[in-house]
């Protein structure tokens, strides 16, 4: 790469930041959490690009969403374990506290959402696919009455990223409304749902089409795209989706 | 070769380096079939040899990107126009 050579804003120069912790998140992912000097601050659904360089000089770089809110002092990602992935498990199996991290950041505009655009906020997440919207939600709950409904969908409780937080969100803010599905398995007397998002889904848990929610979706292809045409299908106004994708290959 | 399929989201740091815009939230039109979208929103595959940016509707390329020593390669042939903000 060649971008230090030219003068690019700081957001987009490769900088060093220092990884302050790290923990399990659920079984197959990992929160890391970073300090960057001289972070002027992201919105809530950015991301950074990561930037690993081998003993080679070989580099393999990887896109991810920010999880902690604009407020958070420190930057939280959420890195899933792909076994064949030439980047994630060094993240989640090698990387410690102290370590350094060469980012650029924060990214993008679209798939953003700040409070003073308001509400309502309707939010579809698969997977580690919680993460941006996890700093929508953080970033809500710093300040924005904004009511907000999620749906998100995992494979068992385990495995379901911020569950003990997101409980506690829901549970001491009557306006967030937290609805998931385990589509593998689901644990002892669970009424909930326990399949993968469909139409028939979204069309009891999206809010109606009246109601002009701003609607994010992130997670596997598969599911983003399923998504955004069912709510489509439901009369949603396409131009207030929006959808980032993530794909399973090459992490 | 090791491609990823992801979505104009994730190539916003690279157009970065490229435009003075936000290219994620940047509309362009397709010149082939006349779908408009934002990059944020249209499919995006990363290689090694570099990235294309492809029409939602009917899979044209919008953006290609190669970056080797000699420079940035940019052909924006796929679109027949491109609105950014002021």
Known sequence: ?251 | MNERRLDGNAVGGLLGEIFTFEATTAEGACDRCGTVAHVGEVMAYVSEIGTVVRCASCDNALIRVALNPRGYFLDLRGFSYLRFER
């Open chain 1, 1 to 251: 790469m060649t971008g230090e050579v030219r003068r690019l804003p700081l957001r987009l120069a490769w900088r060093i930041g220092e990884v302050v912790e790290t923990r399990p998140a659920t079984p197959r992912t990992r929160s890391l959490f970073l300090d960057v000097p001289g972070w002027e601050g992201h919105k809530a659904g950015q991301h950074v690009d990561l930037r690993l360089t081998a003993e080679d000089g070989y580099q393999a770089q990887r896109s991810y969403s920010i999880a902690s809110a604009p407020e958070d002092e420190r930057i939280e990602l959420v890195v899933e374990r792909l076994d064949d992935g030439e980047v994630s498990p060094y993240l989640t199996d090698e990387l410690r506290a102290g370590d350094r991290l060469e980012l650029r950041g924060p990214i993008g505009g679209w798939f953003a959402w700040e409070a003073a655009d308001g509400g309502p906020l309707f939010l579809v997440a698969g997977g580690s696919g919680i993460a941006p919207l996890m700093s929508m939600i953080r970033h809500r709950a710093a300040g924005s009455e904004a009511p907000c409904r999620l749906l998100y969908s995992s494979r068992s409780r385990e495995e379901t990223i911020f569950a003990d937080e997101l409980d506690r969100l829901a549970g001491s803010d009557g306006s967030l409304e937290v609805v998931h599905t385990l589509t593998r398995s689901q644990p002892p007397g669970w009424t909930g749902y326990d399949r993968r998002i469909d139409g028939e889904m979204l069309a009891e848990v999206a809010p109606s089409p009246d109601e002009g929610s701003r609607t994010f979706v992130c997670g596997p292809t598969p599911l983003v795209e399923s998504v955004a045409t069912a709510l489509v299908g439901l009369g949603h106004d396409a131009s207030r989706i929006k959808t980032e994708r993530f794909g399973p290959t090459g992490g």
